[in-house]
């Protein structure tokens, strides 16, 4: 019954594994300074950096101010978590390369073949947040196909937002349920069905680390479940 | 004095070859049917249908409409090129079938194996009139690997309007000057470089045909001139 020609992903955590991206960052970052630098959680850095993230957002989708490209969200929450971890004195040229660890995050083991299998059947885009360049220098960093980079940016708006999914398929001149949304958690899932996008939901279980305990598993009727990219493709006859 | 992250690239005569793709298609198309297709000048037809391009592309500049995908002004034309050459009654199956040889655009002999060249050191994105699902689809039937699709669709303004190519520079997070135009056409490149843009110049000398008698050399003081995708990357140090 399924007629998809596009696969939209979600990127962070679905794509990429932004928590031990950051944890090798910053350990590499900090190797060799001291002071409050040597004594960094950068598990904790990174989760309380990310922790900023949905409420950053929110005061977009709110409407308390214009469309803000994630970049200048990402560097806001990193002022407050920099300050956070006694880290107040770094200055702009390691706060401008800390920001850009998004732009260099590394896949999940599976991403890369995954992706080629399917790239061979369905056009891939990306439906992310992430601003444009982010995504395009991630994509270069890591290898990843992208035909197109949609999403927050091209849509101007952020998701879950019934826009960024709609003006995304309206771009690649698709119907709704002609793209399928791919995604590691159930509320990005549960939107873009609303709007008519098929689902496919791909486990992530360690996305927050070792004792993460939701986005386990699928928690709606999702037309796919995957345990990864191959399986995924595997699944699509790719 | 350059500092050049991305090249943006015209598409139709600097990266593809409408003229040769639509004679080839077009051929193909007729084979063994009688009547009037049996008597189309492909190349005429090819030139005929390009001519109507820009007069489109003006009402929408000029504001008579709003923005309209290059795909619809494709179709509108070849309804009238249609009627010229006594094709009148070719159906809505044929019809879309023809509109869509844009989105198989085959490039130019240099083209796959200068872009890979090229983007080994720098963005690779379209800055085209073509909308985004053409230039998509195109990719992916020739293979040319973008980073980005910029352009008309994304800009909401066609080129040479300044905005086309200022909006691409912008989703880039780039300044103009740290972008460089790529087209075959010197009135693409005299546009760019008004708002800032590096310029190369990449000869296409047969895009109209043996007999074309225009853009055949630069003529004006651009950046680069390039015999074709491969010159241009030696010239950059690819």
């Known amino acids: 019954m399924l007629n998809i020609k596009a696969l939209t992903f979600d990127v962070f955590g679905t794509v990429v594994d932004w928590r031990s991206s950051i944890i090798a960052e910053g350990e590499a970052f900090a190797a060799g300074r001291g ?10 850095f990174a989760l309380a950096w990310r922790a900023r993230y949905q ?31 006694g880290l107040a004195d770094l200055d702009e040229a390691d706060r401008q390369n800390l920001n850009l660890i998004w732009h260099r995050l590394q896949p999940w083991p599976d991403t890369v073949a995954g ?16 601003n444009v360049r982010l995504i395009v ?25 019934p826009q960024s999914y709609l ?7 698709l ?6 949304m791919v995604a590691a958690h ?20 360690t996305e927050y680390g070792p004792d993460q305990d939701f986005d386990q598993a699928a928690e709606n009727d999702f037309d796919f ?6 399986h995924l493709a595997a699944q699509l006859g790719c």
């Open 35 to 44: 002071g409050a630098l040597a004594e960094v959680d950068w598990n904790a």
């Open 55 to 85: 409420p950053a957002m929110e005061r977009v989708r709110a409407g308390e101010t214009g469309f803000v490209k994630l970049d200048l969200l990402h560097r806001q929450n990193l002022e407050e978590v920099l300050d956070e971890f």
């Open 115 to 130: 992706l080629a299998r399917l790239k061979q059947r369905f056009i891939l885009a990306t439906l992310s947040n992430g």
């Open 137 to 161: 220098d991630m994509a270069r960093h890591a290898g990843l196909p992208w035909d197109m980079v949609l999403g927050a940016e091209i849509a101007g708006h952020y998701k879950p937002q």
């Open 167 to 173: 003006n995304s398929a309206a771009v690649l001149d």
């Open 175 to 180: 119907e709704p349920s002609e793209c399928l």
């Open 186 to 205: 159930n509320s990005d899932l549960v939107a873009a069905g609303t709007v008519g996008f098929a689902t496919a939901f791909v486990c992530r279980p």
């Open 225 to 230: 479940v995957a345990d990864d990219f191959l």
